[in-house]
Nanobody
Framework: HVQLVESGGGAVQAGGSLKLTCTVS????????IAWFRQGRGGEREGVAT????????SYTDSVKGRFTISQDNAKNTVYLQMNNLKAEDSAMYYC????????????????????WGQGTQVTVS
């Protein structure tokens, strides 16, 4: 399993922006997916965005389309989540997760499909 470390969370006002960073401990010879999930207090873990490492394929949950952008820097083994026009309902603990790419599932936004998880970074929008 890889190790994942998130950073970049914080407290912002509605309409503001944050950029989250997920640093992955090592490269893999296999195609991998990185996903951002979030979990609000008392809520379920929701898949927000996914990206195929080394490729441009991305996906987003409907509530963040047009506001959030997932991207990667392969040289730095890093995946980002740029979050713009933040809303109160975006407040949550944000996690990045890693799994092997599945040609049938693509990069799933379902949490049980992911093997490795970071510790999370808190985002609070008021």
């Amino acid at each position: 399993h890889v190790q994942l470390v998130e950073s970049g969370g914080g407290a912002v006002q509605a309409g503001g922006s944050l950029k989250l960073t997920c640093t992955v401990s090592r490269k893999s010879a296999s195609r991998r997916c990185i996903a951002w999930f979030r979990q609000g207090r008392g809520g379920e873990r929701e898949g927000v965005a996914t990206i195929v490492l080394g490729a441009n394929a991305t996906s987003y949950t409907d509530s963040v389309k047009g506001r959030f952008t997932i991207s990667q820097d392969n040289a730095k083994n890093t995946v980002y989540l740029q979050m713009n026009n933040l809303k109160a309902e975006d407040s949550a603990m944000y996690y990045c997760a890693d799994t092997l790419y599945n040609p049938l599932l693509k990069c799933s936004r379902v949490s049980h499909n992911y093997d490795s998880w970071g510790q999370g970074t808190q985002v609070t929008v008021s």
